[in-house]
C-alpha cells in the first residue's frame, strides 16, 4: 500500500516557500520599479535650488518593531526644538492593532507637542524646496504593492539634484539614499502624503494662505489663541491681502486682551474683503465695547447691509446701539 502524502510542509519546505514568495515580491517591485520614470522638476526648482543639501542636524532614532510613525515624529519635533523620545510618543501614536500610526494621529501628537504639522504639495520640487528651506519632512511611503501594502514613515532631510536622490532617515538607516525614481513609486503609493512641524511664526516654504490657514486653525483649537498668534502674524506677512487671516487674527488678539490689535486686524480685512459681512460686525462690536460709538454704528450698517447670516447679529446689535444713545 502506498502511503499518503503528508499535508503537512516540513520546517525546510515552509521557510523555501516563503522565501519563493518573498523573491516573487522582490521580482514585481523590480519591475514596477523599472517601469516607473523619474519624476521631472521644474525648471525654476532646477535653477532655485543648490545642488546638494543636507540637514545635518536632523537627529536619528532608528525605527524599531512598526515604530517608525513614533520615530519619525520624535526627529522632526526634536530637530524644532521639542525634547521629547520615541518612547514618549509611541503610546500617543502606535495603534497595536493596525501595527502601525495613522495619519491623523501623527498631525495630532505634532499639535500636542506645541507644533504646526502644516501638510505639502504632493510632488518632489515642493518636497526639495521644503528641505532647502531647513524643513526635515515626514514622507509616507507603501515599500510593496497597492493589494498588499507595507506602509512606512520616513523624514526626508537632503538632496542630490546631479545624482537625482533624496536622503531619508528610514528604519534603522540613518542617511540612506534612494533615486528620485524609486522614492517617487514608494511615495505616491499614499498619494503622496508629507508635512511639515514647524513652530509658530514660521511658514513652509511652499503653502499657499489656504492650506496654512486650516493648519493654523487646527492647531489653534489645540494650543489656544495665544499660542497661534505668531502663527496668524506670519500668515498676514506672507499674505496680506488674504482677508480671512486678518479676521482670524483679529479674533486670536481679542482672545488674549489686545483690543488695539484686534481693531487693526479687523480693519486689514475688511480693507481687502469690504464684502466680509463678520468682518464688519466684529469690528462694529469691538468700537462699541470700547465707547466709539460713532464708529461702531459705522461699522453696524456695513455689517447689516450685507444679507446673510451676519445681518440679523448685525441689526440686533445697531438696535442695541440706538436704545443705548
Given at each position: 500500500m502506498t502511503p499518503c502524502p503528508s499535508r503537512h510542509f516540513t520546517k525546510t519546505t515552509f521557510w523555501n516557500a516563503r522565501l519563493a514568495g518573498v523573491l516573487a515580491l522582490a521580482l514585481v517591485m523590480l519591475i514596477m520599479a523599472g517601469c516607473a520614470s523619474t519624476p521631472q522638476l521644474a525648471e525654476t526648482t532646477k535653477r532655485e535650488l543648490p545642488r546638494q543639501t543636507l540637514l545635518e542636524q536632523t537627529p536619528f532614532h532608528g525605527q524599531r518593531d512598526y515604530q517608525c510613525g513614533p520615530a519619525s515624529l520624535a526627529m522632526v519635533l526634536n530637530a524644532s526644538d521639542v525634547p521629547v523620545e520615541v518612547d514618549t510618543l509611541i503610546p500617543q501614536v502606535f495603534l497595536p492593532e493596525r501595527e502601525g500610526s495613522v495619519q491623523p494621529e501623527m498631525l495630532a501628537t505634532v499639535r500636542r507637542h506645541g507644533r504646526i504639522p502644516f501638510m505639502i504639495k504632493g510632488n518632489l520640487d515642493a518636497l526639495l524646496t521644503e528641505i532647502d528651506a531647513g524643513h526635515p519632512t515626514v514622507v509616507m511611503q507603501n515599500l510593496s504593492l497597492p493589494a498588499w501594502p507595507i506602509w512606512h514613515y520616513a523624514v526626508a532631510i537632503g538632496f542630490d539634484l546631479d545624482e537625482e536622490t533624496l536622503i531619508l532617515h528610514s528604519g534603522m538607516e540613518p542617511e540612506r539614499i534612494e533615486s528620485f525614481k524609486r522614492f517617487d513609486a514608494t511615495w505616491a503609493r499614499s498619494d503622496r502624503w508629507a508635512f511639515v512641524a514647524l513652530p509658530p511664526g514660521t511658514l513652509p516654504a511652499t503653502t499657499d494662505a489656504e492650506a496654512a490657514m486650516d493648519a493654523i486653525v487646527d492647531f489653534e483649537r489645540v494650543q489656544g489663541?495665544?499660542?497661534?498668534?505668531?502663527?496668524?502674524?506670519?500668515?498676514?506677512?506672507?499674505?496680506?491681502?488674504?482677508?480671512?487671516?486678518?479676521?482670524?487674527?483679529?479674533?486670536?488678539?481679542?482672545?488674549?486682551?489686545?483690543?488695539?490689535?484686534?481693531?487693526?486686524?479687523?480693519?486689514?480685512?475688511?480693507?481687502?474683503?469690504?464684502?466680509?459681512?463678520?468682518?464688519?460686525?466684529?469690528?462694529?462690536?469691538?468700537?462699541?465695547?470700547?465707547?466709539?460709538?460713532?464708529?461702531?454704528?459705522?461699522?453696524?450698517?456695513?455689517?447689516?447691509?450685507?444679507?446673510?447670516?451676519?445681518?440679523?447679529?448685525?441689526?440686533?446689535?445697531?438696535?442695541?446701539?440706538?436704545?443705548?444713545?
Open positions: 489663541e495665544q499660542a497661534a498668534l505668531l502663527a496668524w502674524e506670519a500668515l498676514i506677512d506672507r499674505h496680506p491681502e488674504h482677508a480671512m487671516g486678518h479676521f482670524a487674527l483679529g479674533n486670536a488678539r481679542y482672545a488674549t486682551g489686545d483690543r488695539q490689535g484686534a481693531i487693526a486686524a479687523f480693519e486689514g480685512a475688511v480693507a481687502q474683503d469690504p464684502d466680509l459681512a463678520v468682518a464688519w460686525l466684529n469690528l462694529g462690536l469691538l468700537q462699541q465695547e470700547m465707547g466709539n460709538v460713532d464708529q461702531a454704528r459705522e461699522a453696524l450698517q456695513l455689517a447689516a447691509a450685507h444679507p446673510g447670516a451676519w445681518q440679523n447679529p448685525a441689526r440686533q446689535a445697531l438696535d442695541g446701539l440706538k436704545s443705548g444713545d
